[in-house]
């Protein structure tokens, strides 16, 4: 391939026999810049919020006690969104890297999933975050379990059903279903929301990508969401697809292999 670049190296075992080995250079300097990238990105994202809790300390601290008390609640008010903001990035980039961490470790634990799934309903119901929106929640009576690890499990469900909540439209409901297919199970989490043109559809699983950039951060969103998402379902064997069509809504799914003898 163009640009490609190998290594070699020779090992001598006795006498005449020597072993070779050819690793891909093109493949490490790949990697390489993944993960620059990643951390030029993550030192962006929280750079914004810093500067603006910044520039705002300072302006009042240079108001030397002059500002009034609506302009003073205003100013913390922003300096708390953007503190929380920050936050939130550092929650998903620890999420990130642990799960990356455990990638190769295939979990051995049988778990309910209806009952992950209700919890992080419930939770999600009773945070502040959460718009008054319907939860339609069909998850079926059966216990058959899932090899999984439970707080990943827990936010794989909490990351798809918060974004249909964040970008479904105000007042539709958002539906989240549990359905045997086979040897799998399916947890699927749909909105009447206005959808995702084609195009974006392949990236949106990738760090920091985000359709609309204004909309997911004035919704709270990091642009990390999907990618733990799809990091937790390969852990678990899962196949995660996404369906939308503009001004109808989205789909997001997951199915997961039931545990053996199921
Ligand atoms: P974010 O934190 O920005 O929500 P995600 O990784 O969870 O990041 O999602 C990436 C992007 O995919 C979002 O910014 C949004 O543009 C789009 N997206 C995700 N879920 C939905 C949905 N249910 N409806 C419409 N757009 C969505």
Do not use: C
Request: aromatic share 4%; proline share 5%.
């Amino acid at each position: 391939r163009p640009g490609q670049r190998w290594t070699m190296r020779i090992a001598t075992l006795s006498g005449s026999e020597r072993i070779i080995f050819l690793s891909d250079r093109s493949a490490i300097d790949a990697a390489d810049r993944m993960r620059s990238d990643f951390v030029a990105n993550a030192s962006h994202e929280l750079r914004t919020p810093l500067a603006a809790i910044l520039g705002y300390v300072e302006t009042l601290q240079d108001m030397n006690g002059e500002a009034d008390a609506p302009m003073r609640h205003r100013f913390l008010s922003i300096i708390e969104r953007e503190a929380r903001r920050m936050q939130q990035l550092v929650i998903d980039l620890l999420s990130i890297s642990r799960v990356e961490a455990d990638r190769f470790r295939r979990p051995t634990r049988p778990v309910n999933l209806a009952a992950i799934v209700k919890t992080t309903i419930a939770q999600l119901q009773d945070s502040e975050a959460a718009r008054p929106k319907d939860i339609v929640a069909r998850l079926g009576r059966s216990a058959q379990p899932i090899l999984g690890d439970e707080a990943q499990l827990g936010q794989l469900a909490h990351n798809i059903i918060s974004n249909a909540m964040k970008y479904g439209r105000p007042g539709t409901p958002v539906t989240v279903e549990l359905a045997r297919e086979g040897q799998r199970v399916r947890l699927s989490v749909s909105d009447e929301g206005e959808g995702i043109a084609p195009d974006h559809l392949p990236r949106l699983t990738e760090r920091f990508y985000r359709v609309d950039e204004a909309r997911s951060r004035s919704v709270g969103g990091t642009g990390l969401g999907l990618a733990i998402v799809k990091h937790i379902s390969e852990r678990h064997q899962g196949q995660l697809d996404i369906e939308s069509e503009l001004g109808k809504g989205t789909k997001v799914s997951v199915t997961f292999p039931l545990a053996a003898d199921g």
